[in-house]
């Protein structure tokens, strides 16, 4: 059983199999990767319309092949050497962040693509120009963001307990707040997460710490 491949896996595949003179048919490949024919034939027209690819149906074979030889589907090609050395720098950036908000979802976004990019000295001589420091970063919870990101997403009002760090030795240091929360705000001048909303308490909009 082929597990749920995305779409590049499946082309570099397509690939391969008309190098390799098989002739292949949406309908084989789809059973190969247990997909739709559909999928596959969206796969091959994005690879003939947009990737100039010379593919062309073989009525009696009944399969696909390339019209003309030399040319080869490299996932790495679609980028060029600056933007491949950006990408492998944005994965070295992104450590900083682990524990924040989509830190997981983006990082496993950028390795699927790493995996493809061709491991050279090249691409890899910007992480030798540029030295990035490790910020120290408060511990983040991750459950407390997806809450409250649900209520931004579907415009509910939350109530939480806010403490304001400024006023510690204030009987107003802590206080109970009913917000309507609007999105998240990242200072990297201070290292640090801010909910924008509405307080009814305040009766103000604003940042909450």
Same mark, same amino acid.
């Given at each position: 059983?082929?597990?749920?491949?995305?779409? !590049?896996? %499946?082309?570099? &595949?397509?690939?391969?199999?008309?190098?390799?003179?098989?002739?292949?048919? #949406?309908?084989? !490949?789809?059973? &190969?990767?247990?997909?739709?024919?559909?999928? +596959?034939?969206?796969? +091959?027209?994005?690879?003939?319309?947009?990737?100039?690819?010379? +593919? /062309?149906? @073989?009525?009696?074979?009944?399969?696909?092949?390339?019209?003309?030889?030399?040319?080869?589907?490299?996932?790495?090609?679609?980028?060029?050497?600056?933007?491949?050395?950006?990408? *492998?720098?944005?994965?070295?950036? $992104?450590?900083?962040?682990?524990?924040?908000?989509?830190?997981?979802?983006?990082?496993?976004?950028? @390795?699927?693509?790493?995996?493809?990019?061709?491991?050279?000295?090249?691409?890899?001589? $910007? $992480?030798?120009? &540029?030295? +990035? /420091?490790?910020?120290?970063?408060?511990?983040?919870?991750? =459950?407390?963001?997806?809450?409250?990101?649900?209520? !931004?997403?579907?415009?509910?009002? *939350?109530?939480?307990? &806010? =403490?304001?760090?400024?006023?510690?030795?204030?009987?107003?240091?802590?206080?109970?707040?009913?917000?309507?929360?609007?999105?998240?705000?990242?200072?990297?001048? %201070? @290292?640090?997460?801010?909910? !924008?909303?509405? #307080? /009814? $308490? =305040?009766?103000?909009?604003?940042?909450?710490?």
């Amino acid at each position: 059983m082929v597990q749920s491949r995305p779409p !590049i896996v %499946r082309m570099q &595949y397509i690939d391969q199999q008309l190098r390799d003179n098989h002739y292949p048919n #949406c309908t084989k !490949i789809a059973k &190969y990767f247990e997909v739709s024919s559909k999928s +596959i034939q969206r796969d +091959i027209d994005y690879m003939r319309d947009l990737l100039h690819a010379p +593919i /062309e149906y @073989d009525r009696k074979k009944r399969g696909y092949f390339y019209e003309e030889e030399g040319w080869s589907y490299l996932a790495a090609t679609t980028l060029e050497l600056r933007e491949a050395e950006a990408l *492998i720098a944005t994965t070295k950036v $992104l450590q900083q962040y682990q524990g924040t908000p989509y830190y997981n979802e983006v990082s496993r976004a950028l @390795d699927k693509v790493r995996q493809y990019l061709p491991e050279n000295s090249a691409a890899n001589q $910007l $992480l030798s120009v &540029y030295s +990035i /420091e490790q910020p120290t970063h408060q511990a983040v919870d991750s =459950r407390m963001f997806a809450s409250v990101e649900d209520a !931004i997403r579907r415009r509910l009002k *939350i109530t939480m307990t &806010y =403490r304001a760090s400024y006023r510690a030795a204030s009987s107003e240091a802590v206080t109970e707040r009913t917000l309507h929360p609007y999105m998240f705000h990242y200072s990297q001048s %201070r @290292d640090t997460w801010y909910l !924008i909303g509405y #307080c /009814e $308490l =305040r009766k103000a909009s604003g940042p909450l710490h």
